[in-house]
Structures are given as C-alpha cells and as structure tokens.
C-alpha cells in the first residue's frame, strides 16, 4: 500500500506499546454485529497507480473536452485560457496542502494570499470589503439574499429574470424552508432586459433585488437605475457576476450602486472542471461587514511589530458561533481563490482590459457571423462575451445535432427553462479569447446545417 | 526579506500575459457602460508573480513539510496521481452544461464513486452535489426536513451533543430548527438515557457524530437510532470522523440515515488553505426520495443520465430541490475516485486501522504525562483527547500548542471539543509513519513537561516561526481587510 | 512581454542613472556594421502563451506517443511507469531553478539528494563509490574508456558485439582524434554472447574491455568470466548496463567483479524524452575514485558541527583543473538524476525486485507468444525485459509496415547496424510493466500480417 | 529538525509503489543470474517521500526564490509554459528509435529550433546533438579538427585567452591539442596585437568569448577573425555569454567559425541544479561539412528524416561521427522553442537589450564603493565584474559573498575571471526587476561597507543559512560519498 508507511513490523511494536492483541481489538467498542469481520463485499481490491491512471484515462476519454472541438458554451462557466504558472504555483505542496490557516505563525502564505486577494476582489468589484471567498456563485448568491434579509429584516426578495436559473432554483431550495418570499419570472427572447418592470415591482416590503450582469443571456441591464429605484425604497441591490472578465470592459457594480456583490470567480485561474469547484465571489459596503458570510482575513501586527496577516471576525462564522452563525459555510474555496488571485496578479489591470477586449473583439465577429446564418436571428443590442442567438429551429435539439458533429454549440434556453417552452429556440453562445475564427466558422457552417 | 504585496510591487500597467493591445475603433456593442477610470488592479509579470508565490508558500506549513496532528480536521496525504487525474482534459476541460453524449465519462466518474460511498456505508443513495460538509450537513437536514413535511409532521427541534462540530447546530438553525443539546457522560459519549428523555414528538432529528469528537465510538449507537426511530425522527450523523471506520463499519447498520462525507477528509482531496471541500451525503432509504438536484442515473443501455429539472419529475418528484449550479464538485469527484480505487477494499479497511492504531498508539505514549479525561474508556478511535489538568498555573493549551511550533510541528486541535477544559484533540492519521509519530510523541512531551513544571517561557511562543503571536485583537477591533496605500502606511 | 519585468519607465530611470541615451547606446562597443539596426529578419513576432502552446501542441500531435499504441521499443531507452510524485517532486521550484551547489550553505537541498543518489546508484551497481551524474549512458561509457586509459596507461580497449553501435560510435569518434584502438565488431544473430571469443581477444594491451549487461540483443553475458580474464592481463572491465531495471532481478556487475560500471539512468524517473536528456551513472572502486570523471557529493560538517554536503574532488573537474581536468563534463544531469533518485526511493529494494519481476514475466509471456508467429525465431536463450526476433522478412520493412498499423514493434537491427545486412531480419522487442497483454495479441497479430 | 537521509528512515521492505508481489514458481530465463542478495536499498511510502523531497527542497535556493547574480552562469526566470510543453505526450513518451513517420512532430521541433538558432546566430548550419556547453565545446572543436585533418594540415595548438571559462582550456586538451593562452590588454580585452604576433601555421584554433568573461565586448572581434583565418586556423566562439547580444549582434557577421549555445542560459531552460544542458553548435560553411550525426534534413515533400549512420554518407560524407546516443536533449529543444516563440525576433532583442541595462545600472550603483577595473573601458554587457581592491585587509570575495547569503540573496560569481583579483562577477540577467535591483543593490552596498571597513563579522557569514560554512577540506581529504552505517556514525 503505497500511502501506508507502516510496516507490518511497525504495527507490532505500536500494538505492543498501545497493550492490544491486535487492530480488529481496538474496534471493540463496536457492537459485534455492525463491525465487518473481511472485506467490504463489492469492491476490488487495491491498484497500483498504472491500473488506477489507465481506468481514468479512459473515463476521460469518453468526454470531448472543450479544447479539443469548437466550443461556445457559457451560462456561468466560461472558458479562458490560464497560465501555466497558475497550475505550478497552486500545486505547491505548502498551498496545496496546507490546512486553514487558524494558526498564523506559520500560515503567513496562506494569509497574505487571501489579503491580497479581498484587495483584488474589492477593486475588481468596486466594493469597500471582500471575504475570502465562497463555495461558488450560486451559494454565495443566496447567501447575499439571506445577508440581505438581516440588514433590511425584510422576508420578500425580487429576482430579475436574468438571474441565471441555477442560481434562482438555488434561492427557491432556501426559501422553500426559511418562508421567504422569492418574486421571480422567466425571461422572454426580447432584445433587452426589461428592467422598467423590475423596478415597477419593487416595494416597501422588498428586501432586495437580484440582478445578473451581464446576464444570463449576456445582455447588460441598468444597474444603476435599479440601485437608485431599490434604495429609494429601502431595499438592496445584490449584483451577481457570473463572468469577472467583463469587468475588464465594463463599469462595475460597485460603481453602479450595488450594495452586495457576489460573483463566480472561476473564469480566472479555476478552469471548467464540469461544474466545480469554482469560486464564489463577495463584496459590500464596510457598514455591513459583520453581517457578511465567510472568512475574512486581516492585517495585523505581531508581538515584535511585524505585518502580518490573520483569519478574523470568526465570531461571525459557524464552527465558533455554532447556531447563531452568519452563514453555512465553513470550508470554503481557497485554493481557487489562490488561482483566481495568481491569474489576476498576472493580468493585472492593463492584461485584464486588454483580455476583455479580445473577448469583446472575436463575440461581435462571432455575433455578427452566426447572426448572418439562415434561420438564425441576434437576440442582444449588447452584449459582452455571450449573447444569444434566436433559432428558427428548437435549440436543445440543434445542440445535440452539432454534439454529434463535434462542435460545442452553446446552451440552450430549453435545457435552463424546461417550464419555458417559448422560447426553447434560444441559444446562449459564449465566445473567449481562446475562440478561434475557425471555430466561428465551424459553428456557422454546422448551424446552417443543422436548421436548413 | 519580508514579502511585499502585489499592491506594493506591481503597477496597472505591468501585465504577465501577452494579449493583443485593444485596437482603437474596434467594434463596441457594451451599451455605452464601458469602464474608463483605473482600478487599481495591479500587475506583475511572470517571474515576479512565480517568485512571489513560491516565496510565499514557504511561509506555510503543510502536509507536505510535515504532521498536521488535527484531531477532527483529518488532514492526509493528497497523492499527486490524483491532481494528474483531475487535470485529464476529459476532466478539467469540460462544461457542466456539455450535451449528456459528449460527457459520459464525467457522469460515470459521479456515478462510480456514488456506488462506492453507498457500498461503502450501507445506505441508499448519496447526494453528489453538496460543497463542502457543512453545505451537506444543510442537504441531510433538508432532507429530513422534506420527509417530515411530505407527511405532514412538520417538526421543530434538533437535538445534538454538547460535543458536537459547531457546524452542527449552524446548520440546524439555519435550516430553520431550534437546536436543544443532549449532555454527554462521564466517560465522553452521548447519554443516552438523557436523549431518550427528550424524545418527543416534536424532535425532527438527532445529529451525532460518530466516532465522537472525544475519539470514541459511540457503542450505543443502533439503540440511539431505533429509539429516534420510534419517536419517528431521523437520525443525522456527522461524517467528519469516519475515517476511522472506513471499511470496517457501514453507518447504514448503525440505523443513519443521512451522513455527509467530508471528501478532503476521509478520501483525501486537497485541503488547500481553505478549501475546496466536498460534502456528498449518504441517505437511508427513508430519505432518498428527497434528495436534492441533479443526480446521475444509469440507464438501461448503459449510459448514464443527469437529471436536472426537467426530468426530475419523472424521477424523483419527492426531490427538495437544487443546493447549487451544476452538478458538485467534480474535480474532487475524480481525486476522490483515485482514492479510493487505489486503496480498494483492502487498503480502506487498513486506512482505519492504521488511523486507530496511530491515535492509539499517541494515547498511550502521552497519558502518562498529560490528563486524558477518556483515556479509561476503552481504545480511542482516530483520535486521541487530552485536557490541560496537569499544566501549572499560567501556561495553557495555547502555549503548548505554539510551544509545538518551535518543535517543528503543526499544533493539534486545541479547545475542542467544549466538553474537556483546555482540550488538546490529536489525529494522526494513517499516513505517519511510526519515525514521524515517535518523532512528534518526543518533542510533545517536552514541552508537556515544561507546561507541567510552569515554564513560563512557553507563552512568548513560537520564537523560530515566520511571525510570532499575531495581535488578534486588533484585527477584529479594527478590521483592515484590503489593502489601500494609507492603510499599508 | 510577459518575461521582463521592467517597465519603460523603469528603463527610463535606469538610463538616467547610467548615463546613456538609449539601451542601443549601450552597444557602442560593436561595431556598427555588425550591429543589427531592427530586428533580425525572418523570425516572427513574439506570441502569447496559448498561441505557443497550440503551435507546441500541433507538433505533438504529429508524433504517436509511446502510451497511445502497443509499444515494444528498448535498445537503450525503456519506458516505465514514472509515479506521478516524481513529476510532482522535481518540478519544485526549489530543484528545478536550482544552481549547481557551489554554495552548499543554501543549498543542501540539492546536495543531501546527489549524496544520496550517489548511494543509491553505487548499491544498485555494488561498486564502492558512485558520482553525481554524467549527461547520458553514451558520455559515461566513454568517459569510462578514457579513465580506463588513464589508469592502466594502456591504448587499446576491446568493445564487445553487445555494446549498443551508439555508443560504440560515440567511443569510436573521440578514438579517431586521441589515436586509441579500438577492437570491436558487430553482433550477429546468435542464440548467446560469444565470450569466448571475448576472452581469447584481450592481450597485455588491452586498457578495458567493456561488456553490455544485458547487451543489445537483451543477451546475458558471462561477465564473471570476462572481468576473471580481463583482471590476468591487467586490463580493467567496464560493464554497461542500460536498462537498470534489470539489477532488481540479476546479479550486479559490480558483484560479478566489474571495476568500472557506468550506465544510462532513464528508464528509472526519466522517461523517453526522444533520447534526452537522459542520465549517465558512473561508479567503481573506491582507489579509482580520483580518475573518477564528473561531480562529486561528499559528507562533512558545517562550523557549528552540523552534518551537511559539499561538491568535493573539484579539483579533477574541468571548471576548475582546466587543460588538466579528467573529463568533458561541466553541467551533468542534475534534475535527472533527482527524477531517479526519487523514483528508487519510492521503489526501495522491495519495489525494484517487484518491477523486475513483473517485466520478467510479461517479458517471458511475449517471447513466447511471438516467437510461435509464423515466420518468426526468438534468438536469446536467456533474458531479462527485452530479446531479439529473427524475422523471415526484413525487420526495418515489418517495423514500417506496423507503424503503418499503429504498432510501435521494436527495433530493427537493420537501422542500428546498416553495414551489417546478414542481421537485417533481427527485431530487438521490449516489454515492461508498462505492457499489456492486449499490446502483445496486438503485435503478434500484426507480424504474421505483415511477414504473410 | 533536521533531514534524515533515506537510509536512515527507509527499509528495504517499504515501498512507495504498488506491484504484484513476484509469484513463487514464474517462468525464469534469467540465465542463473538471479540477484538473490539484498543489496541495501532503502524505500519509502509516497507520503514519506513527498515530504523528504519537499523538505529538502526549501533548503535550496533558486530562481524562483530569488535573484543569482551569478556572472557567466546566466540564470533566468523559466517559463512554466515550457515544462508544461515538454510534458506533452508527443515529446515526452516517444522513444528516439520510433520510424521517422511516427516523430514528424519532434523532428519537426528540432528542425524549427535549428532554423531560429542558425538565423539568430547568421551562421550556414547547426550541430544540436551536443549535450551541455562543454559537449558543444568539444563538438566545435572536433568540427575544426576534422577540417583541418580533411585538407591534410593537422595543427597543434589552440590559443585561449587568459580569461576563458575552464572549459575552453579543457577541451581543447581534451580533443589533443596544446593549450597556450593570451594575454588580456589593460581595458580587459584580447591583446590583439600578442594574439596575430602568436598565429602561425601550428595554431589550429583560437578560442574566444564574446562578450567575454569580463563583461565586455571584445571590439576587435571581426579583425580577430580575419587575422586568424588568413593564418588558416579557425575562430571558436565561447556562446555562454550569447544572452547579452541576442537578437542584435550576429555571430556569424563577426567571422566565427563555431559557437556552442547553452539554451539553458540564453534559452532558459531549467538549471535544475546542475543540468541537464544543450550545447547545440553553429558551424560556418566551412566546418558545416564535418558536423556530428544525428541530424535533420528537410525533404522537398516537407516531411523531415533523421539522418543516422545508415543515410550519412549520401548527406555529410564528411561528418565527423557520433557524440552520444540518440538525437540530443529533445527535452530541452521543445523547452527552448517554446521560449524563443514567445518572445519572437522584438522580444529577444528586449532580452539582450533589458540584460544589458540591467547589467551597467549594476555597475553604476556599485563603482563608487566596489573597484570596476574596466569600469572606464565603456558600457559593459550582461554582467558587471569588480575586484577586491577596496576591501580591508582580512576581508576576502567570499567573505562578502557568504555575506550575501545573509542578506537573503545568492552570491555573484567569485574569483573568476582570473585576470581580476579577488573578481566579483555580476549578471542580474533581464529578468529581474528595478525593484530586486535596487534592494540586492542595496544589500551589497550594505556588505561591501563592512568589507571596505575590515568587519571581521562576515568571515563568520552566513549565520542565517540552513548551513554555516562547511568544513570543506576535510570532505576532499577523507571523501565520504555513499552512506554506509558506519560513516553515518
């Protein structure tokens, strides 16, 4: 057993000292009849590592990886291009497997880390504070409807119809047990948000409002009017982030009004890996900070006066504060806050714009282009990276048809809104730096395929 | 040389990517929201960010330098097969929403490693999708929480151990229960007589963790199940310690119906700092029916579905709904998978093994010197717990556990659990060799015996750390959680 | 330019403080007509890391690696199964960007591990003392001819049939500038190592003769024997091993009395790299140590009495000794042979014997499957991982013909020895751990197609 | 705590890889040769090994640590891109002997790395199969010798000036010739006027370094070379120093006949404490003729074949023979194509551009308290070389480089080259920043006071290393270079 460093010579001498006959004697507090007398019926036995490599191997072959065929799918997981760097440094040993740093003399990597990140977060977001990070976005956008709900001591919030579904299904769970009220509608294919009829439909009772942005069909609401509508009736405005490279383009939450803004980090550093685990971003103003969710990490001196950096307010979090806690998270996601932090410092702001702008620059050609197929039709007046495409045909069935042809067409709106059938002609396309002019083309020659 | 900040050494116009200068009149469909204003994001390029990273890393301690001997926080070797695997473009490089057709390979990772945590603890079914444990501790209640109010029994308390995680009663709160708290015996486990007391009609659930946060199993378990089970609540059990069972006792014997599995702790995924963690949650049959979105499901030719909302009607109508987008944490999905094919049943049954008998082995090798409140109770689990009775007067557990740093060493697990004063939680794990533990059992002793003799010189450690004791204080009192130019000043 | 830190304000302030205009200023010293004015014609722009990558990518793809098809190829470099730590382990930046260790006092790191590589190699090998590296088993092996020379002051060394002809050439090249002898001949196809003849050729001139243990052939010679005869008339023997693998499962050449054992390292911790880089071993007896060529790691104390190591014996090395140095080797192969040291220290003793004898196995499975295809002879009566096939057609075609099909099948002794056509039908065939009995069917399959 | 060795914690039973155990009764065709003897080598399980490695590892210090100001030796930042590249399957797991059609790819990369390293350097051809430097050295000199031999005027003496790196001397003994130096003129350039006076029909060869060993550009190079070639020897061009000229000077125009590259130095790839290196020559078109096998040869229908024993005589008739087995160190071509397509024909001049300013901001910080004996003999190129001659009397070079090692940085090149007194040789290279400048800059001065001021302190330096001095005499007087029991005692 290659993880096992005793040897049976080893055990010997401990069960000598420890004074039992054997392992199976230090199970006797176990009741006879639950305790296992061999092996667990069912299972192989141990692999060597060429066995256990070449049995992965192979499930992974039976995937088409997103590298290896033209690929355009977003709707909250996008995929950049990450530098090798990035993979390097988060595998060091001491980050890669190092425990949470409750003890900061010697967790000073761990901790700076995480300060620099809040730093990065908190400029990126244009909020005042940050926390260490969250389970991912949908989580943290709960949270920030909960958190919500302690500052305002409101119990109804409004979801925008752009919210991304998951996310949305992710509230109604929480909601459906704690009696909140969730006011929430579906979006329609129309050519903008209709942020008129959110905003008509904030009231006194309202707790906050909930707007993606860009959202869920990459279209870009106004923050700002909202903000100013929400705080005119006391309510918050909770900005949700799915894609963090557009900020590198557009303005930002924080200086559009919004009062929490949670994210999903994994656009940076963090990779697709089908869903998780991705990296929950979250922002506010400092007068909330003691009802924020999460770790926070501090700086601080130590006793001969040097900076140095510590986990603090953990009287707010859940394995001190036990059932009187801020939030549900305890472990959250610092190693992809340390990739997210690690891809960020080495765009920093000049590489961050100029990564938005080469996303920005190949959607417009691939919006312009696919918009041009037959039976194809440009749902968005802007956009940033994602937009959404009108097909005369059902979506979901093109998807699976360009499936079979290798290419990776996008999301469709009849796999996020099964309830939704007008408008199962959707497709949500993402388009990245890592998007080429020929992926473009192929996905224009297969659409036109698929549909004529 | 101290370590400066990004924010000290990098400006916005210094980058590490080469990415083709926005061209001027390209084309611009933002809506007129375009950011103008600098943000104060700052760059550096590749060898400046590689050299400071790598300068600190070598701040921390880890697993990888050295014994992490965290009672309750099992901390193991993270075997480097398991990032390679992670990495496999199959892997990492695919979308959680790809067509089912193009991502069989991930879907059968979930759904060979939910058969083996449900062979492997003798339940039902498992929930994949949970986060972290405390986020599956939040799915087994939710699902209890389902099943009573699918039969109209909605109920109102939680009952959990004195010594129970804090993410226990969180949880319970926070899912909308009053948690009440079931004392615990002279001899560090749940009384049970004290628990059968206050069964009642309107207790939802009991939330044990077993082996306990004292290191002991706890012997009462089925006869604490059935008699919840009369008073027709479920019993929710902790999994954060079921390392020491692996393979050798199936939680499903034992009457629980729901347990989440810390996967960074029993099938070592990385803990990295922080996280990520990943909670799936086993459940008896009584609960599956409530388990929340998406979930895989075999089917008759042989791939392998997700079920996601449009489909769960068909499947599983009873489902509470979804904890989060997509499907789990995948990327600890295929290290756990790793594992535990590595190990097999075989190696699985050693890990609790070789876990107790390391515990066992600490227990007996420092009661002589140190109080161990339990130590009576027969064998430990995993776990070995001490209590700070035999310090003089001005040292504390603090101080020996700081004391440990100058030693080289990782402290252990300190003021937990509540039950014991000064408590000093110690776990091994199986991955230190028998050198490690004599290594950590001699140096612990030394400055036990300085504790016991009162040297005072113990409260100004650590003394060869990167830092020294950090004002805490402060830093709560003050918060300075981001960095600004006057704040760094 | 993501690898340069300065900035153009940086340059600007740096040129201040120098006194010069401009960075070309600073090139006064080249003459003009030799000073390029723009940028050197015909190379391209720089480019980002994804577009390097993909081009690197492209060109991979155009290779069939070795883990993508049934794969039978050794003569000199084995493919193993590497733990995925020693990947891990050697990419640490600590071992990767490490200097040599002329300043011990930082780097122990480093040195502790060469001593202990030296070690490890000098008990693989049973020889007393064993050094830092050489580039590869062809260097070290003629390094070994030329030390030989040195000690017995005699100019003729006797090269085995079963030395590998690359390394035979190497040694042949560096003969026809120093003016040694060199006595060699090809092999031919026969069922043992001709010794005998061996012996009968060693005279009172003879400076070494060097044996390959298993030789190219995958023979076993009788190295006992030889290092007997060899040691009555003077002359030293040198035993080339490049498959050390092997040393799990036969005896050492240093048991068998070799006195100078040198040997290519990869196939522990390496891998196949297209030939490089790989890793020469160098041991022998300790009263050669001083004619020893390459780096020395020796044991000493620190000025607090503290154990610790130093490079040692630089006086023999070329940096130092100039004209008089007793080698061509500066840098060596530092990080390979950390990839094998690491690699043994995961196998231990137990492990290696473990890997032999799976590779003996698999090995004794695959000569007899081919050798009862039609048309097909096995040549080797003993064996360790690899032996030789006579075909009744010509090797090199059925090699070709099979790569066709996607079957890496071996070496054809046509390619190794061109000027030797009587041997064009020998196929030398590898098997290891890393072998499938699947890839066996798959080869035997393929030759009776290909010899029908 | 200190590391024990893997023979003090390891034992032959333990392993860290999981294999069937050898089955009794097997098939054995070992000839009689079983190895039946345990022969002592120690194993460890994964766990153990990673935290060996890891912790010996954070005793070293490298690049990714800090800055080596280490003149001659030229250590820059290494791109992670690289080790990722040549990690991908069809680089790292094909074998050197595969048929030519299943290694177009890697043909391919040594191809394309040929092409850029012949127009970067403006020579005719390219030997790539030499292993490190010294080995290209030898190759270069082997080419001249074959060429000499070829027109029947075999020569005897190789000239090297006094400044050389040792291994120029070496090989030239090494290859048969007779080594004679040349002086060096006060400004610490090539006196060439001794060196045409020296240049007679016995001098096959004159081996030079540009820039050379004291950071200068030998001005005279061009004149050099028509000297000697009208003598009818060749000119060997020492490439280590390549970096401070790449992309603006080519060897070529200057009338070298041969020149190794160390791509780990130009080129950047990874040191690793001691190698591996390349040493691929550039040849003239009048040693091109005589080059080593293997090579690569462009066919007109754009496939590639390498040329061995069995093609050479249709190819190269002349070539010399074989330096090694295989093909060279593919592991570090694909390294160094990557590195040199990333920063393209503008990003290579920025190298040599930004190594040389960073180089002369160097010696300008530093001459007003350090003696730059050529300080006054114009700019210098990559590297700033300075004597002892302020310090006080028992203060030596290495007392402030171990001073250095204090400060947190490594030491600059020492004693070397041998034309200065007590040299200090500084090549910051052009990956680091104004701000590693300024503070190592900083630093020295700091040092250099002490020194200038006779501080016996440093002579105890370093006492903040994982190691004070280390009794060096004694390991070269009685050599302990295994680990036996005994001398572990």
Redo the contacts between chains.
Sequence with gaps: ???????D???S???D????PS?????????E????PG???????????????R??????????????AP?F?G???Y?H?V???V???????????????Y????????L??L??F???V???L?C???N??M?????ACWEAVVMARRITKRGKSLISAGL????V??I??MA????DVIDYTAPVLDAAADDEALIASIDDETSCVVVQYPDILGR?PDLAAIAEAAHSKGALLIAVVTEPVA??????PG?LGADIVVG?GQSLGV????????LGLFATREKY?RQMPG??????????G???F?L??S?RE????????T??????????A?AFS?H????????????A??N??LA??A?DRLGAVPGVELV?????NEFTLKLSGNASAA??AL??RQI?AG?SLG?LY??APDIGGGLIVAVT??TTLEDIEALAAGLQEVLA | L??A???EI????????D?????AG??????G???A????????S?PE??R???R??????????GI?P?GS?T?K???R?N?????????????????E??????L??ID?LAE?LV??TGMDAVAMSP?????GE?CGI?CI?AALEARGDPREVVLVPESA????????????YR?EGIPATAEGRVDFEALKARLGPDVAAVMITNPNTCG??E?D??AISDAVHAAGAFVYCDGANFNA?V????PG??GVDAMHI?L?KTFST?????????GPVVLSAALAPYA??PFTVKQADGTISLI???DVADHLPGS?????????????F?RA??YI???????????S??A???A??M???LEDLLDAPFGAS??C?HEALFSDASFAKGVSTLDV??GL?DEGF??MTMYFPLVVHGAMLIEPT?????A?LDQFIAAFRGIVERANAGDLGLT?A?LL????????A???RK?????SPE?AA
Excluded at chain 1, 55 to 68: C, E, T
Excluded at chain 1, 164 to 167: A, D, F, G, K, L
Excluded at chain 1, 271 to 278: M, T
Excluded at chain 2, 101 to 106: D, I, K, L, Y
């Design positions: 057993m290659r993880y096992l460093p005793l040897t010579t080893d055990r001498a401990m069960l000292v420890v004074g039992a392992i199976e004697a230090l199970f006797s507090d176990v009741p009849s639950a305790r296992l092996l667990i019926e069912g299972l192989p036995l141990h692999a060597s590592e060429m066995a256990v490599e049995h992965m191997q192979r499930l992974s072959d039976r995937n088409i990886a997103a590298g290896s690929f799918l709707a909250g997981a995929r291009h530098p090798s760097s993979d390097h440094l988060i595998q060091r040993g001491e980050f890669l497997t190092a425990y949470t740093p003890q900061p003399e010697i967790a000073q990597g761990t700076q880390m300060f620099e809040q730093s990065q908190a400029r990126l244009e005042e504070v940050a260490a990070s389970y991912d976005g949908s989580t991304h579904p998951h996310y299904s992710t109604n769970t459906g047990f704690t009696g870009l900020l590198g383009a557009i303005k930002s200086e999903e990779g697709l890996q089908f869903g998780g685990p991705y900070l770790r926070l990490c501090g700086q601080t001196t130590d006793a001969e040097k900076r140095g510590v603090t307010l009287t859940q394995h001190i504060r036990r059932e009187k806690a939030s549900n998270i305890c472990t959250n996601s610092g190693l992809c340390l690690i960020m410092t080495l765009l920093g702001e000049a590489g961050l714009r100029a990564l702008a080469e920005h620059r417009c050609l919006a968005n007046t802007s956009f940033f998807v699976k499936a079979d990776l999301v796999r099964p309830d730096e890592t | 101290e370590e900040l990004i924010f990098g400006t916005t116009e210094t980058t590490g990517v990415l083709p200068a926005p061209a390209a084309p611009n469909r933002l809506g929201l375009d950011r204003e600098s943000f104060g994001l700052p760059g550096l590749e960010t590689v400071h990273y790598t600190l890393s070598r701040q921390n301690y880890a697993i990888d330098c992490f965290l926080c901390m070797h993270n075997p097969l990032e390679k695997v992670a990495r496999m473009p199959g892997f990492g490089d695919v979308h959680p929403l790809q067509p057709s193009t991502v069989q390979g991930a059968a990772v060979e083996w062979t492997l986060k972290a444990g405390a986020h939040l939710l929480r995680h804090g993410t226990n009663p969180a949880t319970a709160a926070f899912a909308g948690v002991l199993f012997r378990m089925k069972i393979g050798r006792v199936r014997d034992l810390n960074h990385p803990h990295g700092g922080g996280g990520p963690g990943s929340p979105l996601e909302e449009a509470f709904g979804r904890m989060s987008a997509f499907s789990g944490q995948m990327g600890m295929t998978l790793a094919l590595s190990h097999g049943a075989d190696g699985l049954r050693q890990v093994g070789d107790v008998l390391n066992n082995y227990l007996r090798s027969g064998p689990m556990a700081k740093i990782h402290p199986e991955c230190e060799s028998k490690t100004q650590p750390a990167p830092r020294r004791r950090m004002d805490e402060t830093a709560a918060p300075r959680l981001a960095w704040a």
